[in-house]
């Protein structure tokens, strides 16, 4: 996400370096500028063919990979019209949409874009919730990821809202595809977790040694670092993951692009297999 025009050709090859490599593809939301289309909507209708032109791409050329597409509160806060044109992805028979997550394995992929209420829209009853509620707005990325995963685990246990958040489960067969069906706050326990709504790369490993975690984005640096939400010029330290799993379990998480401050290097690096560990 937050891609500018001049530097989608080098990230969409970097990025393709892994989806060949891989035989799952989860894009974790925020594909599209939300409001801020209203605003450049040629800009961002650019930004949009381009996205949708490489999912299809990508499900053509890579017939036996499966592609997960979660949709997050950019995507849920723009029109209709563009909503309709994301979720149509799934007419792909290798791509699948999901408003709430994906699981792969014992790692749960959502969004986290619960506290917004925006997508999809949702008729639940704000109560008072057992455990404390802190501010969302907080610097530090494992606090913000923290409250993602609390807020989260608050709401599954309201079995109401339990029957509502469905997610994707990838069958792990070939020629099979995902089901879906109700997440409880039980089985989320027992997930590692990856969010994607903070931008900013986080985790902690909770006690029973399940992880939580939330993957940057392409185009974002830490403002507590001076630099503004959105506005770096280059990726400086990419930290998105690319999992390892055996028999369903995940075993590994391992860097999936190079550590590079240019996008042009990024490729290249990606291309060499830069892929040392990430101690998550």
Same mark, same amino acid.
């Given at each position: 996400?937050? %891609?500018?025009?001049?530097?989608?050709?080098?990230?969409?090859?970097?990025?393709?370096?892994?989806?060949?490599?891989?035989?799952?593809?989860? %894009?974790?939301?925020?594909?599209?500028?939300?409001?801020?289309?209203?605003?450049?909507?040629?800009?961002?209708?650019?930004?949009?063919?381009?996205?949708?032109?490489?999912?299809?791409?990508?499900?053509?050329?890579?017939?036996?990979?499966?592609?997960?597409?979660?949709?997050?509160?950019?995507?849920?806060?723009?029109?209709?019209?563009?909503?309709?044109?994301?979720?149509?992805?799934?007419?792909?028979?290798?791509?699948?949409?999901?408003?709430?997550?994906?699981?792969?394995?014992?790692?749960?992929?959502?969004?986290?874009?619960? +506290?917004?209420?925006?997508?999809?829209?949702?008729?639940?009853?704000?109560?008072? &919730?057992?455990?404390?509620?802190?501010?969302?707005?907080?610097?530090?990325?494992?606090?913000?990821?923290?409250?993602? &995963?609390?807020?989260?685990? +608050?709401?599954?246990?309201?079995?109401?809202?339990?029957?509502?958040?469905? %997610?994707?489960?990838?069958?792990?067969?070939?020629?099979?595809?995902?089901?879906?069906?109700?997440?409880?706050?039980?089985?989320?326990?027992?997930?590692?977790?990856?969010?994607?709504?903070?931008?900013?790369?986080?985790?902690? %490993?909770?006690?029973?040694?399940?992880?939580?975690?939330?993957?940057?984005?392409?185009?974002?640096?830490?403002?507590?670092?001076?630099?503004?939400?959105?506005?770096?010029?280059?990726?400086?330290?990419?930290?998105?993951?690319?999992?390892?799993?055996?028999?369903?379990?995940?075993?590994?998480?391992?860097?999936?692009?190079?550590?590079?401050?240019?996008?042009?290097?990024?490729?290249?690096?990606?291309?060499?297999?830069?892929?040392?560990?990430?101690?998550?």
């Amino acid at each position: 996400t937050h %891609v500018r025009p001049k530097e989608r050709s080098a990230v969409l090859q970097a990025i393709e370096v892994n989806v060949h490599k891989a035989n799952i593809v989860v %894009v974790n939301g925020d594909m599209v500028g939300g409001k801020a289309m209203e605003y450049d909507q040629e800009k961002h209708t650019k930004a949009l063919q381009f996205t949708l032109k490489m999912f299809e791409r990508w499900a053509k050329r890579y017939p036996k990979k499966t592609f997960y597409v979660v949709l997050g509160n950019h995507d849920g806060d723009a029109n209709q019209d563009v909503k309709d044109k994301l979720i149509a992805l799934s007419q792909c028979e290798n791509v699948h949409v999901s408003h709430y997550g994906v699981v792969v394995g014992d790692v749960l992929f959502t969004h986290g874009d619960l +506290q917004q209420q925006i997508h999809p829209p949702i008729t639940h009853e704000r109560r008072e &919730y057992k455990r404390p509620r802190r501010s969302y707005q907080h610097s530090d990325p494992e606090a913000k990821t923290f409250i993602l &995963y609390e807020y989260l685990l +608050q709401h599954l246990e309201d079995s109401d809202y339990e029957q509502q958040f469905k %997610v994707l489960r990838h069958s792990g067969k070939e020629g099979y595809p995902p089901s879906e069906s109700a997440l409880s706050a039980e089985e989320l326990n027992n997930l590692h977790v990856m969010f994607g709504h903070t931008h900013d790369f986080a985790h902690f %490993v909770r006690d029973n040694g399940k992880t939580v975690g939330n993957s940057m984005s392409l185009k974002h640096h830490p403002a507590w670092e001076g630099r503004g939400s959105h506005n770096i010029e280059t990726p400086a330290y990419l930290k998105q993951p690319m999992l390892y799993f055996h028999k369903g379990q995940l075993t590994e998480k391992r860097r999936a692009f190079g550590t590079t401050t240019d996008w042009r290097d990024m490729v290249n690096q990606t291309k060499n297999g830069n892929r040392e560990s990430l101690d998550l």
